[in-house]
């Protein structure tokens, strides 16, 4: 089944907002969005995000527009674990599978729902090509990620503790492995609209 959702989460750490437009298939995700921030400085971002089966990155474009720059990152994943920007390879983050853009709660959702993390099991390390908003730079980033609890939450979903060096948060995610609650980062608005396609 394919199921679409519109997301918007007020993101705290930008001081803005963000709306996804997700397609989750068997496997695969599908999203585009717009951002709104004002920290570190005012910028506009929108971006298309594409995986491939196990939800392992494909591609992902993004344009940032700030007062006085308009930057654009074309990352791309070939499937073996080597990442290309802009066509320039990046030979630091070989291995990882996942992209995580900055102050993008939708980013999380793929290492989630590559091992069903939001239904349990146990804890998980991960490399991310980790792109810094606004300016659009990829740098390796080590992350964990932790199930905690029985499901139970809102809407039957569970947290995860997601830690990054000395950053650590206990994230909420749905049933559908979607960010609810991201402390510090972001909250998800009331206004998400499930639909079956």
Do not use: K
């Not at 990442?83 to 980013?107: H, K, Q, S, Y």
């Not at 991310?128 to 199930?147: C, G, I, N």
């Not at 000395?166 to 972001?186: C, I, K, M, N, Q």
């Amino acid at each position: 089944m394919t199921t679409a959702r519109v997301l918007t989460w007020e993101v705290m750490a930008s001081r803005g907002y963000e709306t996804a437009w997700a397609v989750r298939s068997e496997g695969a995700l599908r999203a585009r969005g717009r951002a709104v921030g004002t920290v570190p400085e005012p910028y506009w971002i929108s971006y298309v995000l594409d995986t491939a089966g196990g939800f392992v990155t494909r591609r992902l474009t993004v344009t940032a527009e700030t007062s006085d720059h308009t930057r654009t990152l074309d990352l791309r994943h070939d499937g073996h674990g080597r990442w290309i920007a802009d066509g320039r390879p990046l030979p630091e983050v070989d291995g990882a599978l996942d992209c995580d853009l900055g102050l993008c709660p939708l980013t999380n959702s793929m290492p989630v729902l590559r091992h069903g993390l939001h239904r349990g099991g146990g804890e998980r390390e991960f490399l991310m090509a980790w792109v810094s908003v606004p300016d659009l730079t990829v740098r390796p980033s080590r992350q964990t990620y932790t199930p905690l609890g029985g499901n139970g939450e809102r809407g039957g979903g569970r947290r995860i503790r997601y830690a990054s060096g000395t950053f650590r948060s206990d994230v909420l995610f749905d049933a559908d492995g979607f960010v609810v609650d991201y402390p510090e980062l972001a909250t998800r608005l009331p206004q998400d609209t499930p639909s079956a396609r």
